[in-house]
């Protein structure tokens, strides 16, 4: 039952890459503030200029940690780097199973990878509250060269982001505006793209929009909407098909200092 | 585990709240019509056509799949799809029927690279168009690694298909909801063929269930049956057949037929026959699940010609199936019916067939008025 669970969460993260493998904006925590979701990341100011963050409940199936790192400012524009390390070894393993929850035929032997996601993320604040993120990266992956091209989960948001283990590499692009609409409620529209050259399902286009409702400086309300415009595999006649899904997105988080 | 199941059931329906996770059908509905990249100019019928029927196993000859052979894959490789449906191809153009009805064709599924398998046959034989109604179909089947399915019924011909439809039949009873959820949805296919001099030709084919221990099936030959019957009535013409299933009428009292393959098809480490009323006995295996089952298919044969006749259909030269490649066709599952002549004689099954598919193809050549 718990394996489910984690399995679950491990799901619902993808459609919070703000927290898991992407950091939404260039600022990091302030120093020592924590943060924490019911699906994001727990998130940690270690310092005036660096971030820690990692997920608690799959930290055991996938254990990851994200560094964001800040450089400062540039022509107005606020600078950070983000670099997550993950092992998923253990949670594809775990989903590699006969009968319910098999989302990866047993047959499929899975090895020890490791992904290393690098990020550069540059924001400048606009008029009236607003912050603009542009994000570009690149993710690589280590140790999936034995990995079945067959043993892909090929579901939206999932497909993209395992795609690194298969192919070796992959790119990312994002931008984000986060805005705030008055004194309780903000907003959040992001859009991101990952591009995997060489591999089927070449290219995820991901767009969300999100309105949190700020009860306290310790506790939100977040909800919203994902959608996924994405390129999955195929065969003949054709090498690839292409797939819209709406996901309704909803968050609890909490902050302390 | 009822909470497990439930929490991925939810689970899903969130994901997938805008797009259906399981397609399911209407009562009736168009079937998905296709055609050759190519046509190959059609023959003159000249007052015969030659009709196959196959199930063709989604194209993976006789690897071990993990659902019906003790095997222990889920999902092949493209080359491995491609090699098997070259073959199956290979075996219809050396048959050269004018209609086949096919059973258990992917054309959107994980498990054999989503080859549309349709469209793959119809570009690499001599058939022209064909007619598709899905027995199985969603985005995703959490579990056993299986994904994204699409698997069904196909009618296959020469000539062009004017309309066909997707007749659906009742859903297992004897599964929990969740499974039945994502289990087959099977269904009777019915198309209409341009055959010159025919003003109302049709091709049916059906796949009864395999698995079911509750009275399914009998409802599965019933509607079969039904739809035949409302044809004749109406005045058509038709060849219908598929595998159904079902040993032939009266098994149970043939000396060399049998109902009972529960101990010829386990698995290493299955025991069946084990309580005192003779069960639990192996899903798909054994043929007496209701009373009436050994003899589901008489009034078929009392109502309606067939490619083998119901003496012959007891012979080892008939027999259209078995569960492993090492062990040769066991018994029969797989029929043609027509409400008019066969040639006498033209009845055959393709023994030869047995490393294309788990199933061998059924032919004969009817003769039209």
Same mark, same amino acid.
């Given at each position: 039952? !718990?394996? #489910?669970?984690?399995?679950?969460?491990?799901?619902?993260? *993808?459609?919070?890459?703000?927290?898991?493998?992407?950091?939404?904006?260039?600022?990091?925590?302030? *120093?020592?503030?924590?943060?924490?979701?019911?699906?994001?990341?727990?998130?940690?100011?270690?310092?005036?200029?660096?971030?820690?963050?990692?997920?608690?409940?799959?930290?055991?199936? !996938?254990?990851?940690?994200?560094?964001?790192?800040?450089?400062?400012?540039?022509?107005?524009?606020?600078?950070?780097?983000?670099?997550?390390?993950?092992?998923?070894?253990?949670?594809?393993?775990?989903?590699?199973?006969?009968?319910?929850?098999?989302?990866?035929?047993?047959?499929?032997? @899975?090895?020890?990878?490791?992904?290393?996601?690098?990020?550069?993320?540059?924001?400048?604040?606009?008029?009236?509250?607003?912050?603009?993120?542009?994000?570009?990266?690149?993710?690589?992956?280590?140790?999936?060269?034995?990995?079945?091209?067959?043993?892909?989960?090929?579901?939206?948001?999932?497909?993209?982001?395992?795609?690194?283990?298969?192919?070796?590499?992959?790119?990312?692009?994002?931008?984000?505006?986060?805005?705030?609409?008055?004194?309780?409620?903000?907003?959040?529209?992001?859009?991101?793209?990952?591009?995997?050259?060489?591999?089927?399902?070449?290219?995820?286009?991901?767009?969300?929009?999100?309105?949190?409702?700020?009860?306290?400086?310790?506790?939100?309300?977040?909800?919203?909407?994902?959608?996924?415009?994405?390129?999955?595999? =195929?065969?003949?006649?054709?090498?690839?098909?292409? +797939?819209?899904?709406?996901?309704?997105?909803?968050?609890?988080?909490?902050?302390?200092? | 585990?009822?909470?497990?199941?439930?929490?991925?059931?939810?689970?899903?329906?969130?994901?997938?709240?805008?797009?259906?996770?399981?397609?399911?059908?209407?009562?009736?509905?168009?079937?998905?019509?296709?055609?050759?990249?190519?046509?190959?100019?059609?023959?003159?019928?000249?007052?015969?056509?030659?009709?196959?029927?196959?199930?063709?196993?989604?194209?993976?000859?006789?690897?071990?799949?993990?659902? =019906?052979?003790?095997?222990?894959?889920?999902?092949?490789?493209?080359?491995?799809?491609?090699?098997?449906?070259?073959?199956?191809?290979?075996?219809?153009?050396?048959?050269?029927?004018?209609?086949?009805?096919?059973?258990?064709?992917?054309?959107?599924?994980?498990?054999?690279?989503?080859?549309? *398998?349709?469209?793959?046959?119809?570009?690499?034989?001599?058939?022209?168009?064909?007619?598709?109604?899905? !027995?199985?179909?969603?985005?995703?089947?959490?579990?056993?690694?299986?994904?994204?399915?699409?698997?069904?019924?196909?009618?296959?011909?020469?000539?062009?298909?004017?309309?066909?439809?997707?007749?659906?039949?009742?859903? +297992?009873?004897? *599964?929990?909801?969740?499974?039945? !959820?994502?289990?087959?949805?099977?269904?009777?296919?019915?198309?209409?063929?341009?055959?010159?001099?025919?003003?109302?030709?049709?091709?049916?084919?059906?796949?009864?269930?395999?698995?079911?221990?509750?009275?399914?099936?009998?409802?599965?030959?019933?509607?079969?049956?039904?739809?035949?019957?409302?044809?004749?009535?109406?005045?058509?013409?038709?060849?219908?057949?598929?595998?159904? #299933?079902?040993?032939?009428?009266?098994?149970?009292?043939?000396?060399?037929?049998?109902?009972?393959?529960?101990?010829?098809?386990?698995?290493?480490?299955?025991?069946?026959?084990?309580?005192?009323?003779?069960?639990?006995?192996?899903?798909?295996?054994?043929?007496?699940?209701?009373?009436?089952?050994?003899?589901?298919?008489?009034?078929?044969?009392?109502?309606?010609?067939?490619?083998?006749?119901?003496?012959?259909?007891?012979?080892?030269?008939?027999?259209?199936?078995?569960?492993?490649?090492? +062990?040769?066709?066991?018994?029969?599952? =797989?029929? @043609?019916?027509? #409400?008019?002549?066969?040639?006498?004689?033209?009845?055959?099954?393709?023994?030869?067939?047995?490393?294309?598919?788990?199933?061998?193809?059924?032919?004969?050549?009817?003769?039209?008025?």
């Amino acid at each position: 039952m !718990m394996k #489910n669970i984690l399995i679950i969460v491990f799901l619902i993260s *993808q459609i919070f890459p703000q927290g898991e493998w992407l950091p939404g904006t260039a600022h990091t925590l302030p *120093q020592g503030r924590w943060e924490y979701g019911l699906f994001q990341p727990v998130r940690w100011g270690q310092s005036e200029n660096r971030e820690i963050s990692f997920y608690k409940l799959t930290a055991l199936l !996938m254990p990851g940690v994200t560094i964001k790192q800040g450089w400062g400012q540039r022509s107005g524009w606020t600078i950070s780097t983000t670099h997550a390390l993950y092992y998923p070894t253990p949670l594809l393993k775990m989903v590699a199973k006969p009968g319910i929850g098999g989302m990866i035929s047993p047959e499929f032997e @899975i090895p020890n990878m490791v992904s290393l996601w690098n990020m550069v993320l540059a924001s400048k604040d606009l008029d009236q509250g607003k912050i603009f993120t542009i994000k570009a990266g690149i993710a690589l992956a280590f140790g999936g060269g034995d990995l079945a091209m067959e043993s892909t989960i090929d579901l939206p948001l999932i497909y993209h982001r395992l795609a690194v283990y298969y192919n070796s590499w992959l790119l990312r692009f994002g931008s984000d505006v986060n805005g705030r609409l008055n004194k309780k409620w903000t907003y959040l529209v992001d859009s991101d793209l990952f591009l995997i050259p060489g591999m089927k399902g070449s290219f995820a286009l991901e767009h969300k929009g999100m309105v949190t409702w700020e009860k306290s400086s310790r506790f939100h309300i977040s909800m919203g909407y994902k959608m996924v415009y994405g390129q999955y595999p =195929d065969g003949y006649p054709s090498e690839n098909i292409t +797939r819209l899904h709406i996901l309704p997105l909803l968050d609890l988080q909490w902050a302390k200092e | 585990m009822r909470q497990c199941k439930s929490f991925f059931y939810i689970l899903f329906i969130a994901l997938f709240s805008c797009e259906p996770l399981v397609t399911t059908f209407e009562d009736v509905e168009k079937a998905v019509l296709y055609e050759a990249k190519t046509f190959t100019t059609s023959p003159d019928p000249e007052n015969a056509l030659k009709v196959l029927s196959w199930n063709i196993r989604f194209g993976i000859g006789r690897l071990p799949f993990f659902g =019906d052979s003790c095997g222990d894959r889920t999902v092949m490789t493209e080359k491995e799809v491609l090699n098997a449906l070259e073959l199956v191809a290979a075996e219809i153009d050396a048959i050269d029927p004018d209609i086949i009805l096919l059973q258990e064709v992917d054309r959107e599924s994980k498990r054999t690279q989503y080859i549309d *398998q349709v469209q793959w046959l119809l570009d690499h034989t001599d058939m022209n168009y064909a007619a598709y109604a899905s !027995m199985w179909q969603a985005q995703t089947i959490p579990s056993d690694g299986i994904g994204r399915i699409d698997a069904g019924n196909v009618v296959m011909t020469k000539h062009e298909i004017e309309s066909a439809e997707r007749i659906k039949l009742p859903l +297992r009873t004897d *599964q929990d909801p969740l499974t039945q !959820m994502f289990y087959l949805r099977r269904n009777v296919l019915k198309a209409k063929i341009a055959i010159p001099g025919q003003d109302n030709f049709y091709a049916v084919t059906v796949h009864a269930t395999a698995f079911a221990t509750d009275d399914t099936k009998q409802k599965h030959v019933d509607k079969f049956k039904k739809v035949l019957d409302e044809m004749v009535i109406n005045g058509d013409v038709f060849v219908a057949g598929g595998d159904l #299933n079902s040993v032939p009428p009266g098994a149970e009292t043939d000396f060399c037929a049998e109902t009972d393959f529960c101990d010829e098809d386990a698995c290493a480490d299955d025991v069946f026959h084990t309580d005192t009323d003779g069960g639990p006995h192996l899903e798909g295996s054994y043929f007496e699940n209701f009373p009436n089952e050994p003899t589901l298919l008489q009034p078929l044969y009392d109502t309606y010609n067939t490619a083998i006749s119901l003496t012959d259909a007891f012979g080892v030269d008939h027999n259209t199936h078995s569960t492993s490649e090492d +062990r040769f066709w066991d018994r029969k599952l =797989d029929y @043609i019916f027509t #409400n008019i002549n066969v040639a006498s004689g033209s009845g055959i099954t393709f023994q030869g067939a047995i490393e294309l598919s788990d199933h061998a193809p059924v032919g004969c050549t009817i003769i039209l008025e």
